[in-house]
């Protein structure tokens, strides 16, 4: 059974499918969710709050999403592939999550309020809310990071060649500025194609792209190297 601050925000999100958030009535979202208006001023302290709170939800449920597409079978080319197929999909989908990540606001997404004072709420995940979503090039470090590491835990292909042009061509395979630079490149290649779609019919999305970036740095689909 969900929490009330859990259905409060499911209450939220079902209402931002029908309105814009500049429609959205707080005493509607605590009827739809079955607690009185106190029990939201409470959890999140008003409107401005439960805005911080969606948005730091989108933030939070986009990354896991990272870390799922990051655990799925492969090795850490079709990981990555994954997660470029998941931010796609999720930015396509839902207007918080591109809002957050993008920069990209629309009337269905409450754009960031910040909190005036320091957090002072007596419910922690608010005050985790109230210190505010990371701003989209954060949130893209944040999941580059994530997939970094899980790159960073394969072999590579010993017989592939980086192009001459690759700008991470004299580092270590293995050099995780040069890890981040291709995870970047990848998530930023996801968010081209989830902003501006392939032409219909061409049947292009963005794996193809995503694998042409990783043949210069190509890795072993089987095992994660040992450590020592």
Known sequence: MPTAREALLDAALSALATRP???VRMVDV??????SRQTLHNEFGGKDGLARALLRDAADGYLAGVERALASD??????????AVWTVR???????VRGVLTGC??????????????PVSSVPAQRRADAG?????????????????????FGPDPSAQRPPTDPTAQRSPHDPAALAVRCEIVLR????????????????????????VLEGHPVRSSEPRSRR
């Open 30 to 35: 605590a009827a739809a969710a079955g607690v």
């Open 90 to 96: 999720v930015v396509r989908a839902n207007a918080l």
């Open 133 to 153: 979503t990371p701003p989209p090039a954060e949130l893209l470090r944040l999941a580059g990071e994530r997939a970094a590491a899980v790159l960073g835990a």
């Open 74 to 83: 492969g090795g850490a080319t079709e990981k990555l592939t994954a997660t």
């Open 189 to 212: 290649l996801a968010l081209s194609y989830a902003l501006v779609p392939a032409r219909p019919g061409t049947g292009r999305g963005p794996v193809p792209l995503v694998r042409h």
């Open 21 to 23: 958030w500049t429609a």
């Open 105 to 118: 606001w629309s009337e269905r997404a409450p754009r960031p309020v910040r909190c005036g004072t320091p």
